[in-house]
């Protein structure tokens, strides 16, 4: 069965302190993975897409890799309006998306 | 600015009062999507259509129904809502399925 997990499900940060998120998946077929920003009580919002390992992406202050198995998402110096949920998803050759739980990312001013 | 909108953003129903949600494109997507999200899981994928052919995932409950009348619209009818149908509502869209979505804000439905 295809699925996605993240680590870790919370992370607490200090303002300027960088980090990484963790995205694992056994999808058979991985055609994307993709990362998503969800704030509280909102629709998640699209970051980034990547199609092969080795892959990277960069957008403000994060930046997306993929491997054959996981692909992180790196913080660098965040701010305090970067605390949000980070959904990770794959998508399959099915063309099903999968969905992780997330991580929930507090920075501390 | 072309998005996705969902309407409302917060639904009070009665336990067993049908209910229905809204969502709306204006993206000229192919593919929509509803998925239902309870608090700190994964949104969960209900069902989908592309274009008119409607796909109903395998362990959607009967009690969710779907119509899409044209490509702008979708709506999610739940026919006799139950307390753990309480959850956020998210419509979704896409060009094609291999691409990634772009969501609504969400329905927020309590059901009392």
């Known amino acids: 069965e295809d699925q996605v997990t993240q680590s870790p499900e919370a992370l607490r940060l200090q303002e300027g302190e960088s980090s990484s998120l963790n995205c694992s998946y056994t999808?058979?077929?991985?055609?994307?993975l993709f990362w998503y920003r969800q704030d509280p009580g909102k629709g998640p919002e699209f970051l980034f897409t990547?199609?092969?390992a080795g892959e990277e992406k960069e957008k403000e202050r994060l930046k997306a890799t993929l491997t054959k198995k996981e692909s992180f998402l790196h913080i660098t110096a965040p701010k305090p309006e970067d605390s949000a949920t980070y959904l990770c998803?794959?998508?399959?050759?099915?063309?099903?998306?999968?969905f992780g739980p997330g991580t929930r990312l507090s920075v501390l001013p | 600015d072309a998005m996705v909108i969902q309407n409302p953003r917060y639904q009070v129903t009665q336990f067993g009062k049908p209910v229905t949600l809204s969502c709306s494109q204006t993206?000229?997507?192919?593919?929509m999507y509803w998925y239902q999200q309870k608090s700190s899981q994964a949104p969960k994928l209900l069902f989908h259509?592309?274009?008119?052919?409607?796909?109903n995932e395998a362990d959607t409950p009967d009690n969710f129904q779907s119509r899409r009348p044209n490509t702008s619209f979708c709506f999610l009818d739940i026919r006799s809502p139950g307390l753990g149908d309480a959850a956020m509502y998210l419509c979704?869209?896409?060009?094609?399925?291999?691409?990634?979505?772009?969501f609504g804000s969400g329905t927020r439905l309590t059901v009392v």
């Open positions: 979704a869209t896409s060009r094609e399925r291999i691409y990634g979505y772009t």
């Open positions: 999808v058979s077929g991985l055609r994307g």
């Open positions: 990547l199609y092969s």
């Open positions: 998803a794959g998508i399959n050759y099915g063309q099903n998306f999968v």
């Open positions: 993206l000229n997507h192919n593919v």
């Open positions: 259509y592309y274009d008119k052919d409607f796909n």
